[in-house]
């Protein structure tokens, strides 16, 4: 069953509840939403609102319901958007304001496993709903009513309507055959006997736990337990050729720290401290992908979720892979992983550490001088890459591109990848520098949008110097990169994905405080970031044609694999 026609099938119920007004937030797990939203749009069906931050997204909804009675769902796609949602739902409920989150999710398979922007959404914004379910897009295909039954009391209060969508998450076939039909609000039932006795008519949507999920899978007494556990014997693990896959996640880095490990490859993310390690393979994601096959065994430390290189390696079943974790939710998207509590020795593969160097930094160098003196988006993530100091990274392009374009990094990166979230960006590293002391900033245009709030200090407070660079692409880049930025959907694209905004962003710092400095040129850009944090706005202007951006990103990424194939070639396999 197609997430498309999920979908479809969803909206066609709310419009035949008489629901017309819909807040839609830009995302990748809802683009089966946003893509019929937009579709409903252009035939005249609805009237569509797009915002950037689902916080207020939220209380536009609840606007709309407030002031009409019929409440105006709100859209966003998984993760931390769903959160940003709970203000406004929890003013609905005790307004009593007909309020929807209608939340796209992963499948049901995925949830537990630390895939990028998995959660617990179901019971998310609860208690403070009056109902909420759990869908699948086959589900609603199969029983549509299940929408009108869910939104029986929405009258009164918000519903949680939480609807997962498998791949693809495009279109494949024409949009709504037969156009729905727009049906009437139904008027209020009167109290329900509950809400007279001052009882919520909360219905429990348990929260499923994946099996496997909380014990490690590695059985007692195993070789790898019992030696990892008790004395880290070096010996833990046999030669297989082994590479070590690290993301964020502080506590990890501590146990990789504390056992030591031996001369092997790590495929490590910008914001992992394992990154500016000798060992750390720049190009990591292309190095992947181009020795896939060699690959005998994975050990998995922190968080990693960026590339989808990566990501597919991790859920190798022909392979041993080992999870090293101390969270309640191991990175294991694959389902597969045996969990280790830290990280066991590997035998030294000095040869095959050197293979992966010689491919990573020769595809590194292939990259960077692929790049010239263009000024867009790869020309700021590859001087950020060069940069020195405390950097706090948006979620985005811009760490990927880092991710593909840093060598062996002088800079710390910082990140909020838990969830990848594009919320709370500049707020977080004001926090984070008040322990270490200036930072800089770099974000895409929509991440900066999102967290304006962040901008605004308190009169008479100590903060610590940020400079902020942002990379204003107009919108989101990023849907350019996935099937959405191709040019057959170049009428929705725009709309409902790309979003961009009309927003003096100087003049809007310097009436926060900030002093605003717009880049022009790769030269201007290099001698900005050379200099000391001193509370600057920094818009590098890269409103090139996105489609343009988009072409050079699969090019730069050609070309990197080009160029480590040729070095591989050139070495003999360990
Ligand atoms: C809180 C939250 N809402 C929505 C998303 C989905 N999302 C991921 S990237 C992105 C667009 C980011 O745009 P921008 O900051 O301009 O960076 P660019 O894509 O241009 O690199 C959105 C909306 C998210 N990750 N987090």
């Given at each position: 069953m197609s997430s498309q026609a999920g979908a479809e099938a969803a909206l066609s119920r709310l419009l035949g509840l008489g629901i017309t007004h819909f807040v839609l937030c830009p995302g990748s797990r809802s683009a089966p939403f946003a893509y019929a939203l937009r579709e409903l749009e252009m035939r005249g069906i609805i009237t569509l609102h797009v915002e950037t931050d689902e916080r207020v997204a939220g209380f536009v909804a609840l606007g709309l319901g407030k002031a009409s009675g019929i409440p105006a769902p709100v859209i966003t796609t998984s993760g931390s958007a769903v959160a940003n949602l709970h203000p406004a739902t929890v003013e609905a409920f005790h307004s009593g304001v007909p309020f929807i989150a209608l939340t796209a999710d992963r499948p049901e398979w995925m949830r537990g496993s630390g895939a990028n922007q998995t959660t617990n959404q179901v019971g998310m914004l609860g208690p403070n709903l009056v109902n909420q379910i759990d869908v699948s897009a086959e589900d609603v295909v199969e029983d549509p009513e299940l929408i009108d039954r869910a939104l029986q009391d929405v009258w009164r209060g918000p519903v949680h309507l939480n609807a997962s969508f498998e791949n693809?998450?495009?279109?494949?076939e024409p949009s709504f055959p037969v156009t729905p039909e727009v049906g009437s609000f139904p008027a209020p039932?009167?109290?329900?006997d509950d809400l007279v006795a001052g009882l919520i008519g909360f219905k429990d949507v348990s929260v499923p736990v994946p099996?496997?999920?909380?014990?490690?899978?590695?059985?007692?007494?195993?070789d790898l337990v019992s030696e990892v556990e008790s004395g880290l014997t070096p010996s833990a693990l046999d030669n297989a050729r082994t590479v070590i896959v690290a993301g964020p996640g502080t506590p990890y880095s501590e146990v990789l720290r504390r056992t030591g490990h031996g001369q092997v490859p790590v495929l490590a993310e910008p914001a992992s401290i394992e990154r500016n390690y000798a060992e750390a393979i720049p190009a990591a994601r292309i190095v992947a992908d181009c020795v896939n096959d060699e690959i005998e065994r994975v050990v998995i430390t922190g968080h990693p979720t960026l590339s989808r290189p990566i990501t597919s390696l991790v859920c190798r079943t022909d392979i041993d892979i080992i999870s090293v974790t101390t969270e309640p939710v191991p990175t294991d998207p694959g389902r597969i992983a045996r969990t280790a509590p830290v990280m066991p020795d590997v035998p030294d593969q000095t040869a095959w550490l050197k293979r992966l160097s010689a491919a990573g930094q020769r595809a590194y160098e292939a990259g960077r001088s692929y790049l010239g003196d263009e000024l867009d988006a790869l020309q700021v993530a590859a001087q950020v890459a060069d940069a020195e100091g405390n950097w706090f990274v948006g979620a985005s392009n811009v760490i990927r591109d880092i991710d593909l374009l840093a060598g062996s990094p002088k800079a710390t990166f910082h990140a909020n990848r838990g969830l990848a979230g594009i919320d709370g960006t500049m707020s977080t590293a004001r926090g984070m520098a008040h322990h270490l002391g200036p930072m800089k900033v770099v974000v895409g245009d929509l991440t900066f949008i999102h967290d304006l709030g962040g901008l605004i200090l308190t009169r008479g407070q100590d903060e610590p110097a940020l400079d902020i660079v942002i990379i204003d692409d107009s919108g989101g880049g990023i849907f350019a990169t996935l099937e959405h930025g191709d040019p057959r959907f170049s009428d929705t694209f725009d709309r409902v994905f790309r979003t961009a905004k009309n927003l003096d962003i100087p003049t809007l710092a310097r009436a926060c405080g900030w002093e605003p400095v717009v880049v022009t040129s790769t030269g201007e850009l290099r001698e900005i970031l050379a200099a000391k944090p001193a509370g600057r706005v920094i818009?590098?202007?890269?409103?090139?044609e996105i489609h343009h951006v988009r072409q050079r990103r699969r090019e730069l990424t050609s070309i990197m694999i080009e160029a480590a194939r040729q070095e591989l070639a050139g070495h003999t396999p360990a």
């Open positions: 693809p998450l495009h279109p494949t039932t009167g109290p329900a099996e496997g999920d909380s014990e490690p899978v590695l059985e007692a007494g195993s818009v590098v202007n890269c409103a090139q």
